[in-house]
């Protein structure tokens, strides 16, 4: 019954905007101002036997499909250079403000003089609509999680891992939308452009010739023809880009199989088939901080901090909230750039374990964790790897899942994962467990623990749970009051 509501409501205002149109006609008394349904009815019978009005429907399409597609091309290109750089956001500023604040009928006028009537539509369409576009893709870029960005800086994910893995699937939740937008303004500028530029083969052309010879029967046929293609065409192209995964300002969750990752990546190969970067050498350089300063605002974090953290070791920085103990691993991962604070760091490179669930929502459990692997392995040897860490932690049944389908423990299982798979002698956790319960907790260090067992690490941990620091490190460092203040 609900669904049936719609569609009696529906058809209720179509019987009612027909008789309001008919009972208008009869008052009025002028076919040539405003014909009857069954006229125009007929009208378009009439058209429909005739080649030329094939012609221009196929013609008319075509250049709409034409712009569309090209729209989208340019506009996704350039959203993604503007998103991603502030100059060519700020050069692009004056050229689309003008296009928006141009009236299409002026813009046409105007293009008359320079292009071939044929052509004058299609570019047109796609200048108004380059805009909308441009716009939808550099704001999506933008507005991409700034977490996931941070978690991306850790892990020193090039430009193009960043685009495809991260900034893509944010995208996309605005695409679908933006195409549907542009999709309707490129048949509105293209019918405008063929009425007023007057090509060949046109359904605007036979509109205005229609026009001139005074038949507004066949005019208002043609314009229903017009409106009745762009709700048909929208329907099949949107099916079109839901198939692809992109419903109107969503993303539809793709179902992934296993052809995803390499078929052999369920029954994973030995440390040694993935060379060099499977396996981390030991870490036994020490982590040096000295005479380490560094404010926020007015207020002093850090004030000649000098400490030294042991190689190969579990080290708990254990401080009350708000003492600085998130800031030191900001600055030890690089976040925190040297030109912001003084003092000197010696830190090998590092890998992260946060607090808070950096996972990119959007893709697969396994392509999460291979996403900092992309740097230095091949894809097949990055899905191998992600996939023996998944393994390792105990959730390879969740390898093609979505991260909003985990836990928090199992979410920090997989931030586990990835830190261990990449290489870096130095893993840092900046209160993992603490929103966690005590099961959970137990959980995350038990698997940490079995992690560190197979491939010696320097983990540093921070917490305000000084029985957690008791419990799992080798050693405690407490920040010194001398640097709380």
Not at 88 to 109: D, N
Not at 118 to 139: N, Q
Not at 269 to 281: I, K, L, P, Q, T
Request: a positive charge; hydrophobic letters at 50%.
């Amino acid at each position: 019954m609900k669904n049936l509501k719609p569609k009696f409501f529906f058809t209720l205002s179509v019987l009612l905007f027909a008789a309001a149109w008919e009972i208008t006609a009869k008052i009025i008394s002028s076919p040539l101002v405003l014909p009857n349904l069954e006229d125009i009815f007929f009208r378009l019978l009439k058209l429909s036997s005739e080649k030329k009005f094939w012609l221009s429907v196929l013609v008319t399409f075509s250049r709409v499909l034409l712009s569309f597609f090209l729209t989208v091309i340019l506009g996704t290109l350039l959203g993604f250079a503007s998103g991603l750089s502030e100059n060519i956001r700020a050069f692009l500023i004056f050229p689309f403000a003008l296009i928006r604040s141009t009236p299409v009928v002026a813009l046409i006028m105007v293009m008359l003089f320079w292009f071939p009537s044929e052509s004058l539509p299609v570019i047109c369409g796609i200048l108004m609509a380059l805009p909308v576009m441009s716009d939808a893709v550099s704001k999506a870029v933008q507005n991409t999680d700034k977490n996931i960005l941070e978690m991306a800086q850790i892990f020193k994910l090039k430009l193009p891992v960043r685009i495809k893995g991260i900034y893509i699937p944010y995208v996309k939740t605005y695409f679908g939308g933006a195409c549907r937008t542009v999709f309707s303004l490129s048949w509105k500028v293209i019918a405008a452009g063929e009425i007023l530029s007057l090509p060949r083969y046109a359904l605007g052309t036979l509109i205005q010739d229609n026009r001139i010879l005074l038949e507004p029967a066949s005019v208002f046929a043609l314009v229903f023809v017009l409106t009745l293609l762009c709700v048909i065409s929208e329907k099949f192209i949107f099916k079109f880009f839901h198939f692809l995964g992109v419903t109107l300002g969503r993303l539809r969750r793709p179902r992934v199989v296993p052809s995803a990752v390499p078929a052999s990546a369920s029954i994973p190969e030995s440390d040694a088939a993935f060379g060099n970067a499977s396996r981390a050498a030991p870490a036994t350089d020490a982590i040096l901080v000295t005479d380490l300063c560094f404010s926020y605002g007015e207020k002093n974090i850090f004030t000649n901090l000098s400490l030294e953290i042991e190689g190969g070791k579990i080290t708990a920085l254990s401080a009350p909230t708000g003492t600085g103990k998130s800031t030191l691993l900001k600055i030890l991962s690089g976040l925190i750039p040297s030109n912001e604070y003084k003092g000197t760091i010696t830190c090998p490179e590092i890998s992260f374990i946060f607090q808070d669930d950096r996972l990119v929502p959007e893709i697969s459990v396994l392509e999460n964790i291979a996403l900092p692997l992309f740097k230095t392995m091949s894809k097949k040897g990055a899905y191998k790897k992600a996939y023996e860490y998944l393994q390792k932690v105990g959730l390879e049944e969740k390898a093609f899942s979505k991260t909003e389908n985990l836990s928090g423990g199992e979410k920090q299982k997989v931030q586990a994962a990835r830190a261990f798979a990449f290489d870096a002698p130095v893993i840092l956790m900046d209160e993992g467990t603490n929103s966690l319960d005590q099961v959970s907790k137990k959980e995350l260090w038990e698997t940490i623990k079995n992690l560190l067992s197979e491939n010696d690490r320097t983990l540093i941990f921070v917490t305000h749970d000084a029985e957690e620091a008791k419990t799992y490190a080798d050693k405690i460092i407490s920040l010194p009051e001398a640097v709380r203040k």
